[in-house]
């Protein structure tokens, strides 16, 4: 049975972890991304005659394998990394990192034990990329994104800027248009590449085959950057190496800079030493035309470089760029001023702070579209800032915070407190500051505590009629509230019973059913897709069009946030449903059994695609039933045991004369002491009953133990036959029903409970501040006061 690919992946990164030693992140990478290419290019390539790219037998996976174990092993590791550079012009590129370093790796039997072990864990067999496809959804990805990932988060703030967050680069690939690419002549840039990641995201997102190109200074990531193209099928990408701001590698044969139709980047925050090599003011490509940087922060340069790079009248790009951009003055307010009184500017995103790995200090996305800026009559701004979920030490974009800044970006839609487009007129008014919170006003409004309501009781009407849900629960409120007088309403259930009186309340049951609704129908169109997946089905677009149908599904559900549904849906997508889905395109619907052995010990019979509890539910009720009944007089047996111990097992009592060091009755212990009593059973009757009743408990419940190990091994038994007789139409009966659309519903009906204990609990707030008037208060205190003076005359002390 095939490993589920999260499970591969943590056991690759854990063996890769055991073998650093004394490297770093940064260093080890290079070493295990190497193994890594070497293995895809001989399960791709290998023996096919028609390939572009040649494996040779001294220069492939297999070489390496022969290797493991040898003295002399990182030098044939070097020789067959030589070889295959030579065999496909990647000389200085697969063969720069050193398989025979002793200072990285040790020596004698250390090294060789080390990269024997390296060699060893990609000789899985589940991960083999001979059927990789081009269309990304395959294990190659998924591998090398996830060693990317966790590189990046071992290197930390001084060597994690290699790598953009794959939530990220999947926001700024979707938002520069790139979807209405047509031609494979048309290109893409990216001029501090780091790996590549955002040049292939935004393949991924191209229609058509289009051209890649990137630079990237550091010389190791620029050969990662070039491996990287390799492994995703874009052996074509132009990566150079070199520093972008002094010596651009992109220029047209006049010595002009090279313009693309698209562009993304990421640079380097704030750099102070950009203007090595680079003399701004006699620059010959014409990038500080409106306005020269200041000399100690570089992130204009590179915004300026970026703008030069796309072409003009139709270029379009997005950049990474720290949030001080939209608000410095000086050189910067002047070159701001400029960009934005040329069009150039389409829009600013404000990312959530600590998501990249380099910098903990909050981001922007800064959208650049040539096309018709002349005619631009405004920018489109978003705070996206509070939109993540905590990953570790680094937040991160959910499913449902890329998809919306997407929707609303394509869109130009205008949400109060999260998005709107700004007029130039009013940013020319605000001096060119481009500050987000100048023009999206996101904060929480804050409660005002009304005085009046403080002093003579009664909850404020304005803060009950702010809660939406009421608004439509009509009913409800009528029932909760009554007028005390013209602002204020009195509660007419007490706090205590609030929660239950709403859980009950015909108009949420109402509301529930509304949304059940809303899921059942969207599964009944759905569920023959979801049976529908075999060898050809393609992973990304099918998520896709599953959850942009259930998105859809609810954006007409009230009160229901379609966002969150859509993130149940991915979260369970990521945690198990992908892997399932890959699964099944790998074996079809095949209910696969096999043994699971851990520690060389045999765990029993599993199936991954299918858990056994769910074909339990739907063919075993009975026999479940039988064992549950034995599991709970079991349950009563030990909780009598419990009581009993609780009764007599004090200092004084019997069973603890019983208990052995460990604090544990045995059944001999019980047994011996029995018999030492029994030898005087009118001085100890009391004893002996106690000592006899427990022993009659322990006897019961080794009796229920053991038929339920019975009923267990039996059901087993059941069960492995029944699998064996699942037919296809089975498996995507119990799989899709039974198991994903199952758990859905499950996470949607979570979700509809949380929506009205938000709103229960608003109500209780409010209640519970205003319970108590300042009279009452008052009086209490002086009540408690008079208590204390009492007291303290009563001890002899006078007030």
Same mark, same amino acid.
């Given at each position: 049975?095939?490993?589920?690919?999260?499970?591969?992946?943590?056991?690759?990164?854990?063996?890769?972890?055991?073998?650093?030693?004394?490297?770093?992140?940064?260093?080890?990478?290079?070493?295990?991304?190497?193994?890594?290419?070497?293995?895809?290019?001989?399960?791709?390539?290998? !023996?096919?005659?028609?390939?572009?790219?040649?494996?040779?037998?001294?220069?492939?996976?297999?070489?390496?394998?022969?290797?493991?174990?040898?003295?002399?092993?990182?030098?044939?590791?070097?020789?067959?990394?030589?070889?295959?550079?030579?065999?496909?012009?990647?000389?200085?590129?697969?063969?720069?990192?050193?398989?025979?370093?002793?200072?990285?790796?040790?020596?004698?039997?250390?090294?060789?034990?080390?990269?024997?072990?390296?060699?060893?864990?990609?000789?899985? #067999?589940?991960?083999?990329? %001979?059927?990789?496809?081009?269309?990304?959804?395959?294990?190659?990805?998924?591998?090398?994104?996830?060693?990317?990932?966790?590189?990046?988060?071992?290197?930390?703030?001084?060597?994690?800027?290699?790598?953009?967050?794959?939530?990220?680069?999947?926001?700024?690939?979707?938002?520069?248009?790139?979807?209405?690419?047509?031609?494979?002549?048309?290109?893409?840039?990216? #001029?501090?590449?780091? %790996?590549?990641?955002?040049?292939?995201?935004?393949?991924?997102?191209?229609?058509?085959?289009?051209?890649?190109?990137?630079?990237?200074?550091?010389?190791?990531?620029?050969?990662?950057?070039?491996?990287?193209?390799?492994?995703?099928?874009?052996? =074509?990408?132009?990566?150079?190496?070199?520093?972008?701001?002094?010596?651009?590698?992109?220029?047209?044969?006049? &010595?002009?800079?090279?313009?693309?139709?698209?562009?993304?980047?990421?640079?380097?925050? %704030?750099?102070?030493?950009?203007?090595?090599?680079?003399?701004?003011?006699?620059?010959?490509?014409?990038?500080?035309?409106? /306005?020269? #940087?200041?000399?100690?922060? /570089?992130?204009?340069?590179?915004?300026?470089?970026?703008?030069?790079?796309?072409?003009?009248?139709?270029?379009?790009?997005?950049?990474?760029?720290?949030?001080?951009?939209?608000?410095?003055?000086?050189?910067?307010?002047?070159?701001?001023?400029?960009?934005?009184?040329?069009?150039?500017?389409?829009?600013?995103?404000?990312?959530?702070?600590?998501?990249?790995?380099?910098?903990?200090? #909050?981001?922007?996305?800064?959208?650049?579209?040539?096309?018709?800026?002349?005619?631009?009559?405004?920018?489109?701004?978003?705070?996206?800032?509070?939109?993540?979920?905590?990953?570790?030490?680094?937040?991160?974009?959910?499913?449902?915070?890329?998809?919306?800044?997407?929707?609303?970006?394509?869109?130009?839609?205008?949400?109060? /407190?999260?998005?709107?487009?700004?007029?130039?007129?009013?940013?020319?008014?605000?001096?060119?500051?481009?500050?987000?919170?100048?023009?999206?006003?996101?904060?929480?409004?804050?409660?005002?505590? =009304?005085?009046?309501?403080?002093?003579?009781? /009664?909850?404020?009407?304005?803060?009950? +009629?702010?809660?939406?849900?009421?608004?439509?629960?009509?009913?409800?409120?009528?029932?909760?509230?009554?007028?005390?007088?013209?602002?204020?309403?009195?509660?007419?259930?007490?706090?205590?019973?609030?929660?239950?009186?709403?859980?009950?309340?015909?108009?949420?049951?109402?509301?529930?059913?509304?949304?059940?609704?809303?899921?059942? !129908?969207?599964?009944?169109?759905?569920?023959?897709?979801?049976?529908?997946?075999?060898?050809? *089905?393609?992973?990304?677009?099918?998520?896709?069009?599953?959850?942009?149908?259930?998105?859809?599904?609810?954006?007409?559900?009230?009160?229901?946030?379609?966002?969150?549904?859509?993130?149940?849906?991915?979260?369970?997508?990521?945690?198990?449903?992908?892997?399932?889905?890959?699964?099944?395109?790998?074996?079809?619907?095949?209910?696969? *059994?096999?043994?699971?052995?851990?520690?060389?010990?045999?765990?029993?019979? *599993?199936?991954?695609?299918?858990?056994?509890?769910?074909?339990?539910?739907?063919?075993?009720?009975? $026999?479940?039933?039988?064992?549950?009944?034995?599991?709970?007089?079991?349950?009563?047996?030990?909780?009598?045991?419990?009581?009993?111990? $609780?009764?007599?097992?004090?200092?004084?009592?019997?069973?603890?004369?019983?208990?052995?060091?460990? &604090?544990?009755?045995?059944?001999?212990?019980?047994?011996?002491?029995?018999?030492?009593?029994?030898?005087?059973?009118?001085?100890?009757?009391?004893?002996?009953?106690?000592?006899?009743?427990?022993?009659?408990?322990?006897?019961?419940?080794?009796?229920?133990?053991?038929?339920?190990?019975?009923?267990?091994?039996?059901?087993?038994?059941?069960?492995?036959?029944?699998?064996?007789?699942?037919?296809?139409?089975?498996?995507?009966?119990?799989?899709?029903?039974?198991?994903?659309?199952?758990?859905?519903?499950? +996470?949607?009906?979570?979700?509809?409970?949380?929506?009205?204990?938000?709103?229960?609990?608003?109500?209780?707030?409010?209640? $519970?501040?205003?319970?108590?008037?300042?009279?009452?208060?008052?009086?209490?205190?002086?009540?408690?006061?008079?208590?204390?003076?009492?007291?303290?005359?009563?001890?002899?002390?006078?007030?």
């Amino acid at each position: 049975m095939a490993m589920r690919k999260t499970q591969l992946y943590t056991h690759l990164w854990e063996a890769a972890n055991e073998l650093r030693g004394g490297m770093d992140a940064s260093q080890y990478k290079n070493y295990v991304l190497t193994i890594l290419f070497v293995k895809y290019v001989t399960d791709r390539y290998k !023996n096919d005659p028609y390939a572009d790219f040649v494996v040779p037998e001294d220069g492939s996976f297999d070489a390496l394998v022969e290797a493991k174990g040898k003295p002399d092993i990182g030098e044939r590791i070097n020789k067959v990394l030589a070889r295959l550079a030579e065999e496909n012009e990647l000389k200085g590129v697969i063969d720069l990192v050193d398989f025979d370093d002793s200072t990285k790796l040790g020596n004698g039997k250390d090294k060789v034990d080390k990269l024997t072990k390296l060699i060893a864990i990609f000789e899985n #067999p589940e991960l083999n990329f %001979s059927k990789n496809r081009a269309d990304g959804d395959d294990i190659l990805g998924d591998v090398y994104e996830y060693f990317m990932k966790k590189f990046a988060t071992e290197a930390g703030k001084s060597k994690g800027q290699f790598y953009t967050p794959a939530e990220v680069s999947r926001i700024m690939a979707k938002i520069i248009g790139i979807e209405n690419a047509n031609s494979p002549d048309q290109t893409a840039y990216d #001029p501090t590449c780091g %790996s590549g990641s955002l040049l292939l995201k935004v393949a991924d997102e191209a229609p058509v085959e289009i051209s890649l190109y990137g630079q990237e200074i550091d010389i190791d990531v620029a050969n990662l950057a070039r491996m990287n193209m390799i492994l995703h099928g874009k052996p =074509d990408a132009v990566i150079e190496q070199g520093n972008t701001l002094s010596d651009p590698k992109f220029k047209n044969k006049d &010595g002009s800079l090279k313009t693309f139709d698209f562009a993304v980047a990421n640079p380097p925050f %704030s750099q102070k030493n950009w203007m090595n090599g680079v003399d701004p003011e006699n620059d010959s490509f014409h990038r500080f035309d409106d /306005g020269i #940087p200041p000399a100690k922060n /570089g992130d204009y340069a590179f915004l300026l470089h970026f703008i030069k790079s796309l072409k003009p009248g139709k270029g379009r790009g997005a950049i990474i760029l720290p949030h001080g951009v939209l608000f410095r003055g000086n050189a910067e307010a002047e070159i701001r001023r400029n960009l934005v009184k040329k069009g150039y500017i389409k829009g600013i995103i404000g990312l959530p702070p600590n998501l990249f790995y380099g910098t903990g200090i #909050p981001a922007i996305i800064m959208v650049i579209d040539k096309e018709n800026a002349h005619a631009r009559k405004g920018i489109f701004m978003i705070d996206a800032s509070k939109g993540f979920r905590k990953d570790g030490p680094k937040n991160r974009l959910r499913e449902r915070d890329i998809h919306k800044i997407v929707t609303t970006f394509v869109n130009f839609e205008e949400i109060p /407190g999260y998005s709107r487009m700004v007029s130039l007129e009013e940013i020319e008014k605000n001096d060119y500051n481009l500050n987000i919170p100048r023009y999206v006003d996101s904060t929480e409004e804050e409660d005002i505590q =009304d005085i009046h309501a403080h002093l003579h009781g /009664g909850i404020p009407k304005r803060d009950i +009629d702010k809660i939406e849900e009421l608004k439509i629960f009509k009913g409800l409120k009528k029932e909760l509230f009554e007028e005390k007088e013209d602002c204020y309403y009195r509660l007419k259930v007490g706090i205590e019973l609030l929660q239950e009186f709403i859980e009950i309340h015909e108009e949420i049951d109402k509301f529930k059913n509304n949304a059940l609704m809303i899921f059942k !129908n969207w599964k009944e169109e759905k569920i023959m897709f979801l049976k529908s997946i075999d060898n050809n *089905t393609r992973v990304k677009p099918f998520i896709k069009e599953l959850s942009e149908s259930l998105l859809d599904a609810f954006k007409s559900a009230a009160f229901v946030d379609e966002y969150a549904v859509y993130q149940t849906l991915m979260d369970y997508w990521d945690e198990e449903m992908k892997d399932d889905v890959y699964m099944i395109i790998e074996n079809g619907w095949n209910a696969k *059994t096999c043994r699971t052995i851990e520690k060389n010990k045999d765990k029993g019979w *599993t199936c991954d695609i299918l858990p056994k509890e769910i074909v339990v539910n739907e063919f075993f009720n009975e $026999e479940m039933r039988e064992i549950e009944e034995l599991e709970e007089k079991m349950e009563e047996i030990q909780q009598e045991m419990e009581e009993m111990k $609780e009764e007599y097992g004090g200092e004084e009592g019997i069973l603890e004369e019983v208990k052995n060091d460990k &604090g544990n009755i045995t059944k001999k212990d019980l047994r011996l002491k029995i018999n030492e009593l029994k030898w005087n059973p009118s001085e100890f009757k009391e004893e002996l009953e106690i000592l006899i009743k427990y022993q009659n408990l322990m006897n019961e419940e080794s009796k229920i133990k053991k038929k339920i190990k019975e009923k267990e091994k039996e059901l087993d038994e059941k069960l492995l036959k029944k699998y064996a007789e699942l037919t296809e139409d089975d498996v995507k009966y119990l799989v899709v029903e039974k198991k994903w659309l199952k758990r859905l519903e499950e +996470d949607l009906k979570d979700e509809l409970d949380n929506i009205i204990l938000g709103m229960v609990n608003r109500i209780k707030e409010l209640a $519970e501040r205003y319970a108590e008037t300042l009279p009452e208060i008052e009086q209490e205190v002086e009540e408690y006061e008079k208590k204390v003076k009492e007291h303290l005359k009563v001890m002899g002390f006078e007030i």
